[in-house]
């Protein structure tokens, strides 16, 4: 059971510049104050539990865990609610001002969705690029991983394709990690790398994702080559993990 007054430390902050807003670890949205800082509370429950009220989306259950956390290099603040059988993620990301003279959009917006739809909607993706793309670029780089090995001092760099190859499969829905055991000659090796091919492989691959998303039908496929750049520029040292278990780590 949540507690009746959480630590102040066990809350997120969004905001606009103009004000801002609490979100408790458990999914609360407790303290916020429209439309200025300096303007009375709408949710107020931090300081008064009765009657202070609040805003709160949570699974309808009393077994879910949450773990909150911002998104990389972002303000998008994210709670996660896990059950035994699944789990439940809320985005919740305080508009921006929309410019002079104008009133911020209400502060929060969270968006929850179950895992069986992210995932339908991740293989669907993986399918088409695989159809029209994934094969044939996957073949391509495990060629070039044989010849890197038959080569010998390669090596490194054949192990590196065969990485790229199996990602470029099915890209949706993975991500990179780095390995905690890398060491400085993953760092040299991948120097080298972005040297001999790795620019000019990430560039490929931004110059046909844009194009693929000129299209409009083919914004599927540019989403993905986006996705592969970063694997492209450094393959060594890292290691390919589910998406989501880099965000609940993170929590």
Known sequence: MAARYPNIGDHGLIGDLQTAALVSTDGVLDWFCCPRFDSPSVFASLLD?????FYRIVPDRDDSVSRQLYLPDTAILVTRFMTPDGGRRGARLHAGHRGRGDRPAPAGAEHPRGPEG????RVILNVIWLIFEGLWMAIAYA???LLAFILIITIP?????????GYVLWPFGRTIDRRPTAGVASVIGNVIWIILFGWWLALGH?????LLCLTIIGIPLGLASFKI?????VPLGVRIVPADSVYANAA
């Not at 192990?159 to 190859?165: N, Q």
């Not at 931004?206 to 844009?210: A, E, F, I, P, Q």
């Open 157 to 165: 760099f054949g192990i590196a394709a065969f990485r790229i190859a």
């Open 206 to 210: 931004l110059v046909s994702g844009v």
């Open 143 to 145: 060629l070039a991983g």
């Open 49 to 53: 539990a009765d009657q202070g009220g």
């Open 118 to 121: 992210g995932t339908m909607l």
């Open 229 to 233: 750049i970063p694997i492209t520029l």
